[in-house]
């Protein structure tokens, strides 16, 4: 149930739908089987699968828990090419001539479309956490190319959906920087990680390092030649720690003892639904309050145009 990943975007507009309006919107693009001719699909899906009673919306003080099913066919482009390859030979063979560009682009689609029902289905299940109060949405991804995907079939179950990058007034690789440049700067209730990545200008690439002294000199005479932090592992006091990204995404997720052991001693009677529940609503509530510590950190929340 723990994010290990956090793609964050700000909702505007207050939603107007309670959960069994949701519950419903959600179960008519709930997830179903790949067709035969089928890629790849999401659907909603039930966060706590059976357990829950196929319930595809929890929704716990002002907090909501969805998630999505991701089926996808793995068919190798090797595997096509091969094939393709091998129908190109018979045919020049038998008919001595060269296939055009034109005709392999044919072979390509068709072969594709034969093969396709008999590859592999990879099924991947993503969480998402809606923050009704603050009116944000929190995806569990690394990629924010699959977290669009997510917001696309929310916003088609919804109708439509204004969602945007949460962004603040700081740039993080500004911040990021400057926090590891100048010990000062650092928030009170900041602590600094043992990993970051490092942009160089030009063509000198990036760098990266785990496991380090972040306050060392080799860092920071590698931020004196004009190196700029694009990621680095944060923590806030002891509650959270993660590494945030230029993109103000947060990556490798940890959650305090405290609250990992406050969820532990949860009496949820060994019901496995309430677990998942009293895990959700906890690690939300700290995720919310955490966030806008965050944001804080980086100067509040950016308006449009407003990032510097």
């Known amino acids: 149930m723990w994010f290990k990943n956090l793609l964050l975007y700000r909702l505007h507009g207050a939603s107007e739908l309670d959960g069994a309006t949701l519950e419903d919107a959600l179960a008519d693009h709930a997830a179903a089987p790949l067709g ?25 003080q002002g907090q909501r828990l969805l998630s999505v ?36 682009t044919a072979l390509k689609e068709e072969i594709t479309e034969a093969l396709l ?4 289905v990879r099924r991947q299940k993503t969480d998402l956490w809606w923050d009704l109060d603050r009116g944000l949405i929190g995806i569990n991804v690394a990629s924010r190319a699959r977290a669009e995907d997510i917001l696309d079939l929310l916003r088609e179950t919804l109708g439509s959906l204004q969602v945007t990058p949460l962004t603040a007034q700081t740039l993080p690789i500004r911040a990021m920087t400057e926090w590891l440049g100048n010990p000062a700067s650092r928030p009170g209730d900041m602590t600094l990680g043992d990993q970051v990545e490092l942009n160089a200008k030009g063509d000198d690439g990036v760098l990266r390092a785990r496991q380090v002294d972040l306050d060392g000199d080799d ?16 923590g806030i006091e002891s509650r959270l720690s993660f590494v945030l990204t230029d993109e103000l995404t947060l990556k490798s997720l940890r959650f305090g003892d405290a ?26 509530q700290a995720l919310s309050t955490d966030v806008v510590r965050l944001l804080e950190w980086l100067g509040g929340e ?7």
Request: net charge negative; glycine share 8%; hydrophobic share 40%.
């Open 259 to 284: 609250l990992i052991e406050e969820a532990d001693q949860a009496d949820d009677g060994d019901d496995a639904l309430a677990r998942l529940e009293t895990d959700f609503v906890l690690m939300a």
């Open 69 to 104: 099913l991701r089926q996808e066919r793995l068919l190798p482009a090797s595997v096509v090419r091969e094939e393709v390859d091998e129908r190109v030979a018979d045919i020049e063979q038998a008919e001595g001539r060269k296939v055009t560009r034109k005709e392999k």
């Open 219 to 234: 860092i920071q005479q590698l931020l004196e030649g004009g190196r700029q932090a694009s990621k680095l592992a944060l």
């Open 302 to 308: 950016a308006r449009t145009g407003d990032t510097h």
């Open 36 to 60: 035969q001719a089928d890629a790849r699909r999401l659907g909603w899906t039930a966060p706590a699968g059976r357990l829950g009673g196929g319930r595809l919306v929890h929704d716990i």
């Open 117 to 120: 029902p008999q590859a592999f």
